[in-house]
Each structure stands twice: as C-alpha cells, then as structure tokens.
C-alpha cells in the first residue's frame, strides 16, 4: 500500500486530498498544527500527526517513525500555507518573514527531513502552489512572493532530486472552496487600521481577500484531479486545477505589463490619487 504525508489537513485543499488519497487506497499520513484538529483527524480515521511543519526535530522524529514503519514514503505533499494579505509596508519585514517562514521555508524543511524516505521509495514530492505566483495582484505582496518562490523551488529541487529517482510536481491551484478567503480575511484585519495610508482603500483590502472564493471549485474537485495527475506513470511537472487557473496566467503572459497593472488597480480600488 503506497504512503502519503500530507501536511496542512485541518480544512480545505488538504482534507479533501487526505480523503481523495484515503479513498484510492494510500496510507494517509494527515498533518495538522493544531491539537483540536489533529483529534478531528482521527475520529475521521486518519493517520493524524500533529505537526508544525517548521520545528525541524519533529519532522526527524516523523521521518523516522515513518522509516521504521513504512520503509519509504511515496508521495509527499507539501500543502501547508496561508495567504498574508494587506499592503507591503503595513506589514513590514516581519510579516514577509512569517508569510516565508510557512509558505516556502517550510516546503525545504520538511522535503529535507523526508528525503531519506522518499529515496527509499523513488517517490514524488508535490508541492502546492498557486496562480497568485504568476499574476501579482495589489495588497497580497507577500502572499504572492511566496507562492513565486515555490515555483523557482520546485523548479530547483526537480533537477537536483532527479538522480535519486525522486520526482517533483508543482501545482498552481486557482479559486479552490477553502477556508482560505476566511484566514486570508483575518490576515488583512490585523493590518487594517486608521494610521495606515492605505486606510481609505480598505475595501479593496478587503476584497483582495476574498477574492480567491470568486466562483471557486470545490476541494473535493480539486482532490480528484490532482490525484489523477500523480497517479499517472509519468506525472507532470506542472499542473493547474480549478477555476482561473488557466486563465490567469495566460492574462499575465499575454497583455502588456502596464495594462495588467492597470486593471489590477482599478480592481482593488487603486486609481484614485491620496
């Protein structure tokens, strides 16, 4: 039976996949930060882990445990992430560094704690992107960055794992059904305050948000999909699922920069002088 990690499971993208990978037969190892969700986990008869995906001696112990018990690890899903939205300079350097710290250090760390199992398996690392790495909107600076940086990662660790046998897949999701408007939402509102110059385009904020929930696909959708794409005999290097994930990019590499930066601030309500 083929094994699978899976981190970031507590809702949304990675509980539909941890049921997806379940359902196809996997050994789902589901991850969570959270103890509350970790028990949830299990009382839906998951392998639950709780897990923070940047202590670095819990990942060793994990990679172990799997080892002993296992012997190998077949895929890895490196999921875990949130959106960190707001103006740049509202949140300064330290909310680059959490954003980061999350999104992409993370992808790192937990892909070098596994890759003794994921050698012994000749396995396949997945990790989860998204469009907002190709088209960078206004006041999701960071999360955008972040998601850019998995790109130029996977792009890296797919030639340099290539000799192990080990396999990398990037996935640009596009408006999934998650929680992930609701977080992104709070995110934005610890910002969000009356000293901030970009206090009167707070609606804009606000709506940046919540625009990953713009006519989204449902989880479940989503799950089935990527699910078929690793379980093909030669998995892609890229894929992108759910609404816009396709046309997005295609936006960004088509129309001329200046025009792109000009609807994308009409959109959020950026054209107004202060």
């Keep these: ?5 899976i981190t970031g499971c507590s809702s949304g993208i990675g509980r539909a996949l941890a049921e997806k990978f379940k359902a196809a037969g996997y050994t789902v190892l589901a991850t969570a930060r959270k103890a509350e969700d970790v028990a949830t986990l299990q009382a839906a008869g998951f392998t639950a882990v709780q897990l923070d995906v940047n202590d670095g001696p819990a990942l060793g112990a994990l990679s172990e445990e799997i080892n002993q018990q296992y012997g190998g690890l077949d895929v890895l899903i490196n999921n875990a992430g949130y959106g960190a939205m707001g103006p740049l300079l ?3 350097v330290q909310a680059m560094q959490r954003q980061f710290e999350t999104n992409v250090f993370a992808v790192v760390g937990v892909t070098r704690a596994m890759f003794p199992v994921l050698r012994r398996s000749r396995g396949l690392v ?6 907002s790495g190709v088209l960078v909107t206004p006041f999701a600076g960071a999360y955008c960055a972040s998601k850019a940086a998995v790109h130029a990662l996977s792009d ?4 340099e794992l290539a000799p192990f046998g080990i396999r990398v897949m990037e996935v640009q999701p596009g408006a999934i059904a998650s929680s992930f ?3 992104a939402g709070h995110e934005a509102e610890q910002l969000l305050n009356e000293q901030s110059p970009w206090w009167p385009l707070r609606d804009g904020i606000r709506s940046r948000a919540k625009a990953s929930q713009d006519k989204p696909t449902p989880a479940s959708e989503f799950a089935a999909g990527l699910l078929k794409a690793v379980q093909q005999d030669k998995p892609p290097r890229l894929v992108r699922l759910g ?10 590499n088509l129309l ?3 025009l792109l930066e000009k609807g994308l601030m009409k959109r959020f309500g950026l054209s107004a002088k202060l």
Excluded at 126 to 131: A, P, Q
């Design 181 to 183: 408007a609701k977080n």
């Design 126 to 131: 997945v990790n989860i992107g998204s469009v």
């Design 90 to 92: 509202d949140g300064g």
């Design 1 to 5: 039976m083929p094994v699978a990690l």
């Design 156 to 159: 890296a660790l797919r030639m």
């Design 256 to 258: 001329p920069k200046g």
């Design 243 to 252: 609404n816009g994930s396709r046309a997005l990019p295609l936006l960004a």
